[in-house]
């Protein structure tokens, strides 16, 4: 069980350039979340997921989008990335989310925009 | 509720000590709270939660105290260890509603702990 895991660990883009954060978990999680982790600051959410095949925004979604086409994976993508998205990338997961369900964290993805 | 900052708070204490967390929130229909740590270049692990109808939850080594009426919230670590050395995180939830369990995130603070 290797619970929530994310790919890749480190990443470096250029402004301008495209990619997609992968998060997958075994847990068999309705939900599924993306959070930032800026220096500092606590996670901000950035979307999230209730469930296969639907989405919704967060705390701070502009720049980002989103897919969950199966259960147990929950992609990021940057379309064009800016410097102001440096950050380290968490995604979570939890069973429910009604009530307060605990959310389990991947490792995160250190990310670098020149 | 958020707290923005580059200047964790931060407690140091010594091998065996007892420390104290404290987390203010500011959503008063927040019912649900969990406390994490965060180890260097790891994600948030979870330690312990406590629901609104309670005011103490204890687990291993750890106690979270709950006063809702200051909106104050506060983990206790009995004899602290270096490896409990890490950023703890408050997180509010406020369930219920359209609200579906999102999280709110407290700044954190870092505990060293010396041997």
């Known amino acids: 069980n290797a619970g929530v895991t994310q790919t890749p660990k480190f990443r470096v883009l250029k402004t301008g350039q495209s990619m997609t954060l992968l998060c997958a978990q075994d847990?068999?999680?309705?939900?599924m979340y993306w959070y930032r982790q800026d220096p500092g600051m606590g996670l901000r959410l950035i979307h999230y997921?209730?469930?296969?095949?639907?989405?919704a925004k967060g705390e701070v979604p502009d720049g980002y989008n989103v897919s969950r086409l199966k259960k147990q994976n929950f992609l990021l993508g940057l379309e064009s990335a800016a410097p102001s998205q440096t950050s380290v990338y968490f995604c979570?997961?939890?069973?429910?989310?009604?009530?307060?369900?605990?959310?389990?964290f991947g490792p995160g993805t250190r990310l670098t925009v020149l | 509720g958020e707290s923005v900052g580059l200047h964790l708070p931060t407690l140091s204490v010594q091998e065996g000590d007892n420390s104290i967390i404290n987390c203010a929130y500011s959503?008063?229909?927040?019912?649900?709270f969990i406390w994490y740590k965060q180890e260097s270049g790891k994600g948030p692990q979870f330690i312990i939660d406590?629901?609104?109808?309670?005011d103490k939850r204890q687990g291993q080594r750890v106690t979270v105290l709950l006063n809702k009426t200051v909106k104050h919230l506060s983990l206790q670590i009995a004899a602290t260890q270096p490896g409990d050395s890490a950023v703890y995180f408050c997180a509010e939830n406020r369930a219920g509603g359209t609200s579906y369990g999102k999280l709110t995130f407290g700044q954190g603070t870092i505990l060293t702990v010396h041997p």
């Open positions: 959503n008063s229909a927040s019912d649900y």
């Open positions: 979570a997961s939890s069973y429910g989310g009604l009530g307060g369900d605990t959310q389990y």
């Open positions: 847990m068999n999680h309705e939900y």
């Open positions: 997921s209730v469930g296969e095949g639907t989405t």
């Open positions: 406590i629901r609104s109808n309670m």
